[in-house]
């Protein structure tokens, strides 16, 4: 879902990847910001949680190998909300559709260690059909083993807003975003900074689009990474 740019001469050209069960759309006002800040956009609209993180990593590395062949020397970047943060890293991680030519990469919200609330809901025969395999196997079995590679710009927001489906559980450890806990978001060897945005709202904040472009600038956010 290849989106108009406001600079269609940028060098550097940044992949949206949305998170669980949503559609490529809702990155749009994130996009929107990201090129205001001088980058080209596009989402890249991953729908099948039918199939694990790995698999959908390569049907992303298709279409970078396609920008590439499109724009040899075009810098590629990638900011993955959620679900789509892991999915960065494991496109990183894929010995078999190495991808050296892409940058930064920045995360959302995504929950690297693990996930409190696909926990609970896995337990429940009720709502376990609801994670799928990208959930399943991508959270809760087989994360992407991040080892903090060198030489590899990884930076990682996470919120602390508290509004979202945390509401209707009560011991989900605090702080949070509403879904995810900020501890659940911390990355080996990225840099890590919280912002007072829940879960969803990190999508259309400002604040958020602000420091992302930071980082896809110079490698590291303009506040103090948190300890």
Known sequence: MPLPNLNTETEEIVILLHGYGMLGIVM??????????GFATEIFP????????RENAAALNDRIA???????????????????????????????HPNPNTECTVLLGSSYHGSYVATTFSRHRLTRWLLG?????????????????????VGVIAGCGKIGMGLFLPNLPRPHDGLITVEETRVPGAEHIVL?????????????????CEFLRNGRFSLIPDA
Do not use: F, Y
């Open 46 to 53: 991953w729908h099948d949680i039918r199939a694990t993180l």
């Open 133 to 153: 395999k990208s959930v399943t196997q991508g959270i809760l079995q087989h994360r992407p083993e991040w080892n903090g590679k060198t030489g590899v710009d």
């Open 66 to 96: 396609k920008l590439r062949t499109e724009s040899p020397a075009r810098k590629i970047h990638l900011v993955g909300h959620s679900l789509g943060g892991l999915l960065a890293l494991q496109l990183r991680l894929l010995a078999d």
């Open 196 to 212: 007072k945005v829940s879960h969803t709202a990190m999508l259309i904040s400002g604040e958020v689009a602000r420091q992302t």
């Open 28 to 37: 749009a006002p994130l996009a929107w910001r990201l090129r205001r800040c």
